[in-house]
């Protein structure tokens, strides 16, 4: 069995030239390989209506605070499930029949699979949009470039990750917080003979896994402006998944699967010990176990290598603007303000939670202060650290609902001692391979 393998194969390029360019690069501001040019971001004439669909809890309160200043541009907020909850394949229904919103809320895992489709915008001809690069946390605009020169939505929010840890529990028993994966290991074995697991691992929660994988700097898929490249048991795959494996091996970690009442009451009884998670993991802990307020804190993510400084991302969404708007201008400047205006992202932060994707917003006054349920410490701090030190150059594929299924199944089994989760990513490579294959996706060889 080879596991580090680079499984590459050819596919017919049967795509149209414009979505087959979905993600390829050698586009410009002038000419995004689309034919587009700046005159397609020139003004509407008169009032305009813009329809923006999204899943954020308060959005449309958010929405109504550009209304009020804006009133020739007016926002109408659709809202609806998650992306993968049933939105995103509303999108793409609506992008068939040719009555697709002018916005909408894209995670940027899903955002490649709306590129290869030809179902967006490119904001590059938009000078205010490229001029707005410098204020994002660089990894977050190359998660909208897609690899190219063009631009495919605007970030909204990121999912840094670190290490939430009841710091009681480790005191108590003498355990130091771990700064290396081989530290948490050994970590992992002291909680358990106290009675305790000092994480769960999720079979369906495939992001994180991505996550444990980026932050090693390894990756999944890239494309080089011509085909896609499938790796999903490269060399930093394979760590992460021999890793976990032993703890699955060794009963080091529990299995419970996530959101469920099993789930939180793991964590709200002391059964379980740690989470590393993204940001906006902090209030899943305190809504799931409000008993243990005041006993938890955060530190940074265990490193790969000692003394490393590198996070991994879990989550993080785009405002993309879909193609056949006929007011791009408009919505661009819609989307800039919601993302990048201290007014938007402290009211986005306060209704939802948002971490956003702005240098400027990880200084929100909210994100400064102490955190009561966590001792009163400033954890936003770290998790400010921790957006700095994502590697930008991190990839999605075009067929990612497809992937975290397959990958999620193979992990089902693996929990039960059917198969590895290396074999579990072997498996989802091939079926990747052919989805890809079967869509006229080309895939390098």
């Given at each position: 069995?080879?596991?580090?393998?680079?499984?590459?194969?050819?596919?017919?390029?049967?795509?149209?030239?414009?979505?087959?360019?979905?993600?390829?690069?050698?586009?410009?501001?002038?000419?995004?390989?689309?034919?587009?040019?700046?005159?397609?971001?020139?003004?509407?004439?008169?009032?305009?209506?813009?329809?923006?669909?999204?899943?954020?809890?308060?959005?449309?309160?958010?929405?109504?605070?550009?209304?009020?200043?804006?009133?020739?541009?007016?926002?109408?907020?659709?809202?609806?499930?998650?992306?993968?909850?049933?939105t995103y394949q509303s999108f793409f229904s609506q992008l068939e029949a040719g009555n697709a919103p002018d916005l909408g809320q894209i995670e940027y895992d899903a955002l490649a699979s709306f590129r290869v489709q030809d179902g967006l915008e490119d904001l590059s001809v938009c000078e205010d949009v490229v001029a707005a690069e410098a204020e994002f946390i660089p990894w977050t605009w190359g998660q909208v470039t897609l690899g190219t020169d063009g631009v495919y939505g605007v970030p909204q929010d990121s999912g840094p990750m670190a290490l939430f840890y009841r710091s009681d529990l480790f005191e108590q028993n003498g355990i130091e917080v771990p700064t290396t994966w081989e530290e948490y290991k050994e970590a992992a074995k002291a909680v358990r003979a106290a009675g305790g697991y000092i994480t769960n691992f999720s079979t369906a929660d495939i992001n994180q896994f991505a996550g444990f994988?980026?932050?090693?700097?390894?990756?999944?898929?890239?494309?080089?402006?011509?085909?896609?490249?499938?790796?999903?048991?490269?060399?930093?795959?394979?760590?992460?998944?021999?890793?976990?494996?032993?703890?699955?091996?060794?009963?080091?970690?529990?299995?419970?699967?996530?959101?469920?009442?099993?789930?939180?009451?793991?964590?709200?009884?002391?059964?379980?010990w740690s989470w590393n998670s993204a940001v906006w993991g902090a209030n899943s802990i305190s809504s799931g176990a409000p008993d243990t307020a005041g006993n938890w804190s955060v530190a940074p993510s265990p490193q790969w290598e000692a003394g490393g400084a590198s996070s991994g991302n879990w989550g993080g969404s785009s405002i993309a603007v879909f193609k056949g708007t006929d007011h791009l201008y408009e919505a661009t400047k819609f989307a800039l303000w919601l993302n990048t205006s201290d007014e938007a992202l402290t009211a986005l932060n306060?209704?939802?939670?948002?971490?956003?994707?702005?240098?400027?917003?990880?200084?929100l006054p909210s994100l400064q202060e102490g955190v009561e349920f966590y001792g009163g410490q400033k954890i936003y701090d770290v998790f400010a650290e921790?957006?700095?030190?994502?590697?930008?150059?991190?990839?999605?594929?075009?067929?990612?609902?497809?992937?975290?299924?397959?990958?999620?199944?193979?992990?089902?089994?693996?929990?039960?001692?059917?198969?590895?989760?290396?074999?579990?990513?072997?498996?989802?490579?091939?079926?990747?391979?052919?989805?890809?294959k079967a869509q006229s996706i080309p895939v390098a060889e």
């Open positions: 069995m080879q596991h580090n393998k680079r499984a590459v194969v050819t596919g017919v390029a049967l795509l149209s030239a414009l979505a087959l360019a979905g993600c390829a690069g050698g586009g410009s501001a002038t000419d995004n390989g689309g034919g587009a040019d700046a005159a397609a971001c020139a003004p509407s004439d008169g009032d305009v209506t813009l329809e923006f669909t999204s899943w954020i809890p308060g959005i449309e309160d958010v929405a109504a605070m550009w209304n009020e200043e804006n009133p020739d541009i007016q926002v109408e907020v659709q809202t609806g499930p998650n992306g993968n909850g049933g994988v980026w932050q090693g700097n390894g990756d999944w898929f890239s494309n080089d402006g011509e085909e896609w490249t499938v790796d999903l048991t490269g060399e930093q795959s394979t760590t992460v998944a021999d890793y976990w494996q032993e703890l699955l091996d060794e009963d080091l970690v529990a299995t419970y699967p996530a959101w469920t009442e099993e789930w939180n009451n793991a964590y709200n009884s002391g059964e379980v306060e209704s939802a939670n948002i971490y956003p994707a702005t240098t400027a917003g990880l200084a921790a957006a700095e030190q994502v590697n930008p150059d991190f990839v999605w594929g075009p067929t990612m609902t497809q992937t975290y299924a397959d990958v999620s199944d193979g992990f089902q089994k693996a929990v039960t001692g059917q198969g590895t989760l290396l074999e579990a990513l072997e498996a989802a490579q091939e079926s990747t391979i052919a989805t890809l």
